[in-house]
């Protein structure tokens, strides 16, 4: 079945640590992978963005992410975490065949000081 | 520029009644969605529209409809609310669908007793 997969529900990690969000998909070809944050109260901002080219690709906020082909993933990292970015992040797959994207349940973060 | 703007922000409904969610985006969007998001299942996608005057239905269609008169505007109606259609749902609109990132609204809070 087609489905798009966090494992982590919820992470806690220290402000000024390094973060890792894992994301695993099983659709038939490179689909248009994406992730997004939602903070508390509201909708859904987009973090970044894979399409095609280069696997490791940039975001906003300081986050990055590897596209990897053979384990059908898409991780969400940052170096150094900060007290600001804890939300939920929701990993999102969109086949390249159809009009659908399709979300993770989502992964919450929690920041210690 | 508003983007994406979902109304209303809250609704209490009863079990039976009706109501219709109003999503408009300013943005020249082809493609709109409606998602539900429920606690520990991410977001699943209700309805869907490539396009003014087309709609189809998305992964968890069942008592909702929708309709897209205007390229603009995208409505959810429920037509007999229950309890399980509480939930937090959330408009989002993409230029031209899966290869290029959606834009979501603030999301709207039904409870339904």
């Known amino acids: 079945a087609q489905s798009v997969t966090q494992p982590d529900i919820h992470i806690t990690v220290s402000e000024g640590a390094s973060l890792e969000l894992r994301c695993n998909y099983s659709y038939g070809a490179t689909p248009y992978l994406f992730w997004y944050v939602q903070s508390p109260g509201q909708g859904l901002q987009l973090l970044l963005k894979y399409f095609s080219g280069d696997t490791l690709v940039q975001g906003i906020k300081g986050f990055e992410a590897e596209f990897k082909r053979s384990q059908s993933s898409f991780n969400l990292r940052k170096p150094s975490v900060h007290w600001s970015d804890a939300a939920e992040y929701f990993c999102?797959?969109?086949?390249?065949?159809?009009?659908?994207?399709?979300f993770g349940t989502g992964t919450s973060l929690t920041v210690i000081p | 520029n508003a983007g994406v703007t979902q109304t209303p922000k809250f609704r209490v409904l009863k079990t039976g009644q009706s109501m219709t969610l109003l999503c408009a985006q300013d943005m020249n969007h082809e493609y709109m969605y409606w998602y539900r998001q429920d606690p520990g299942m991410g977001l699943r996608l209700i309805h869907y529209?490539?396009?003014?005057?087309?709609?189809a239905k998305g992964e968890v269609p069942d008592g909702y409809n929708v309709s897209r008169l205007k390229k603009q505007n995208f409505l959810l109606g429920l037509e007999s609310a229950a309890p399980s259609q509480t939930s937090v749902y959330f408009c989002?609109?993409?230029?031209?669908?899966?290869?290029?990132?959606?834009?979501f609204g603030n999301g709207t809070r039904l409870t339904v007793t």
């Open positions: 529209s490539v396009g003014e005057g087309t709609t």
């Open positions: 999102a797959v969109a086949p390249n065949t159809g009009n659908q994207f399709y």
């Open positions: 989002a609109s993409s230029p031209r669908g899966p290869d290029s990132p959606l834009h």
